[in-house]
Antibody
Framework: QVQLQESGPGLVKPSETLSLTCTVS????????WSWIRQPAGEGLECIGR???????NYNPSLKSRVTMSLDTSKNQFSLKLSSVTAADTAMYYC??????????????WGQGILVTVSS | EIVLTQSPGTLSLSPGERATLSCRTS???????IAWYQKKPGQAPTLLIY???SRAIGIPDRFSGSGSGTDFTLTISRLEPEDFAVYYC????????FGPGTTVDIK
């Protein structure tokens, strides 16, 4: 059973960089797209971006200037860095796997989420 | 950029009733790229439907999806108590975009 687990600081100061890691267990990180999604309290889901195991990335245009994603296949991990954070970046952050299945593509496995608060 | 719109915003129903949720895209999109998720407080989203109409593993058959082009529908045939939640449609493609969600609450 594939499992994803987010890790990182739960509190980040304004103007600093948010750094999160997602560890994948029960399966290989290879040959999949891996995404970061966030949800501010009381709001909807927003995709921050995705990374393929080749290292190619695709970021949300609204966040592109502040986002960097990377992955480490040897550790079965992928990471998110979001720079110059403000209170508006306070949210639950999820990592997820995108699978191409017969008939379609979707985010089939998700981490449990990690709450990140931006505050001094 | 393709925008997803969901309606209604809130659906108030009783257990046993049928729920019909709508998702519209601002441009025609391959049905392969449409998915539906269930979101409960304190939990990660759960994939229900992918490819507009294929049920994900372990999802009860009371959940069904349909649609093509710009209009997609998630139907819950008979609401169970555990089905009261927020439902999001999502499109994959050049970017991943979610709709604003439909809340299904108890009447």
């Amino acid at each position: 059973q594939v499992q994803l687990q987010e890790s990182g600081p739960g509190l980040v100061k304004p103007s600093e960089t948010l750094s999160l890691t997602c560890t994948v267990s029960g399966g290989s990180i290879n040959s999949y797209f891996w995404s970061w999604i966030r949800q501010p309290a009381g709001e909807g889901l927003e995709c921050i971006g995705r990374i393929y195991t080749s290292g190619s990335t695709n970021y949300n245009p609204s966040l592109k200037s502040r986002v960097t994603m990377s992955l480490d296949t040897s550790k079965n991990q992928f990471s998110l860095k979001l720079s110059s954070v403000t209170a508006a970046d306070t949210a639950m952050y999820y990592c997820a796997r995108a699978s191409f299945m017969v008939g379609g593509v979707a985010l089939d496995y998700w981490g449990q989420g990690i709450l990140v608060t931006v505050s001094s | 950029e393709i925008v997803l719109t969901q309606s209604p915003g809130t659906l108030s129903l009783s257990p046993g009733e049928r729920a019909t949720l709508s998702c519209r895209t601002s441009q025609s999109i391959s049905s392969s790229y449409i998915a539906w998720y269930q979101k409960k407080p304190g939990q990660a989203p759960t994939l229900l439907i992918y490819g507009a109409s294929s049920r994900a593993i372990g999802i009860p058959d009371r959940f069904s999806g349909s649609g093509s082009g710009t209009d997609f529908t998630l139907t819950i045939s008979r609401l169970e108590p555990e089905d009261f939640a927020v439902y999001y449609c999502q499109k994959y493609g050049n970017s991943i975009t979610f709709g604003p969600g439909t809340t299904v609450d108890i009447k």
